[in-house]
T-cell receptor, first 114, second 112 residues
Framework: ETGVTQSPTHLIKTRGQQVTLRCSSQ?????VSWYQQALGQGPQFIFQ???????GRGNFPPRFSGLQFPNYSSELNVNALELDDSALYLC?????????????FGPGTRLLVL | QQQVKQSPQSLIVQKGGISIINCAYE??????FPWYQQFPGKGPALLIA?????SEKKEGRFTISFNKSAKQFSLHIMDSQPGDSATYFC???????????FGTGTLLAVQP
């Protein structure tokens, strides 16, 4: 086990709704990254937070937003859900940013948008 | 320039055989190349990683071969076991970004 937990494990939403996914990083890990993994694809980088500030973003629209809290937990928020947002959402924590630190992945939250 | 291309998409190997998965990249600024193993219902787990200053790295039955001039790297799983059946992702990091770029994955099935 990586020590990274995510909740909920599964979620069903309808198009247009908003969703909040949660992640609890390993204690002491200052960096959390979020990825979207569509079925049969590799994870795609959404964004990274370091010490509660956004520290890099992938090609995702602004309706994908995040927060990182001092207690090593974080959130991914998605507004105005679209059918294509159906995917496995992974968070990964690491000790620092800007280095080749190992990223420890959580088990993911599987989101289905109907 | 940000892509990592992975092949094959799926692979069937007999128990005890060698599994080989290949990846290629374009961005020469990449400087860290990990391989991840993912079982159904789980997040990816780091298997082994290499930097471009070495041509090979071995950890147990897992070996990464790295060809910097060809911008290619591969994962070799020796003495493949049914428990190795999983999806394998290559990835690359670097180029002034803080993100891992993943390949599309290889579904490995090791038959007993």
């Amino acid at each position: 086990e990586t020590g990274v937990t995510q909740s909920p494990t599964h979620l069903i939403k309808t198009r247009g709704q908003q969703v909040t996914l949660r992640c609890s990083s390993q204690s002491g890990h200052n960096t959390v990254s979020w990825y979207q993994q569509a079925l049969g694809q590799g994870p795609q980088f959404i964004f990274q937070y370091y010490r509660e500030e956004e520290n890099g973003r992938g090609n995702f629209p602004p309706r994908f937003s995040g927060l990182q809290f001092p207690n090593y937990s974080s959130e991914l928020n998605v507004n105005a859900l679209e059918l294509d947002d159906s995917a496995l959402y992974l968070c990964a924590s690491s000790l620092e940013t800007g280095t080749q630190e190992t990223q420890y992945f959580g088990p993911g939250t599987r989101l289905l948008v109907l | 320039q940000q892509q990592v291309k992975q092949s094959p998409q799926s692979l069937i190997v007999q128990k005890g055989g060698i599994s080989i998965i290949n990846c290629a990249y374009e961005n020469t600024a990449f400087d860290y190349f990990p391989w991840y193993q993912q079982f159904p219902g789980k997040g990816p787990a780091l298997l082994i990683a290499i930097r471009p200053d070495v041509s090979e790295k071995k950890e147990g039955r897992f070996t990464i071969s790295f060809n910097k001039s060809a911008k290619q790297f591969s994962l070799h799983i020796m003495d493949s076991q049914p428990g190795d059946s999983a999806t394998y992702f290559c990835a690359a990091w670097g180029g002034a970004t803080n993100k891992l770029i993943f390949g599309t994955g290889t579904l490995l099935a090791v038959q007993p």
